[in-house]
Nanobody
Framework: QVQLVESGGGFVQPGGSLTLSCEVSGLSLRRRQIAWWRQAPGKERERVSCWSFAEGQQYFYGSAKGRASVSRGNGDNTVDLQMRDLSVDDTGIYYC??????????????????????WGQGTQVTVFS
């Protein structure tokens, strides 16, 4: 079954850190990308990071720059997102995304969420004092 499953969300105090995991099933990460997006209540979905395995590049966006990192998690098909120095502005549902079809032969870090073909169900992160 082709799917993405996020885990690791929960409640975090300001200044704390978290690790979210994206488990990929039914697809190979080779030549793909895994992007992390988040959506706060009442706001549009925004990019957090993207790891292009084909390019061997990792990208971080917006307020995640300097506070986030991505790595392979437990197992060959898991990607972790680590974030530190969390604030209430980091509250939201965190999603991972990739493409199922690769018309160019490799996955691209897209600019908009609509360009991704496969999403997980999301995991809630709440930062509160």
């Amino acid at each position: 079954q082709v799917q993405l499953v996020e885990s690791g969300g929960g409640f975090v105090q300001p200044g704390g850190s978290l690790t979210l995991s994206c488990e990929v099933s039914g697809l190979s990460l080779r030549r793909r990308q895994i992007a992390w997006w988040r959506q706060a209540p009442g706001k549009e979905r925004e990019r957090v990071s993207c790891w292009s395995f084909a390019e061997g590049q990792q990208y971080f966006y917006g307020s995640a720059k300097g506070r986030a990192s991505v790595s392979r998690g437990n197992g060959d098909n898991t990607v972790d997102l680590q974030m530190r120095d969390l604030s209430v502005d980091d509250t939201g549902i965190y999603y991972c995304a990739t493409d199922i079809e690769l018309p160019d032969g490799w996955g691209t870090c897209h600019l908009t969420p609509g360009e991704y073909g496969l999403w997980g169900q999301g995991t809630q992160v709440t930062v509160f004092s």
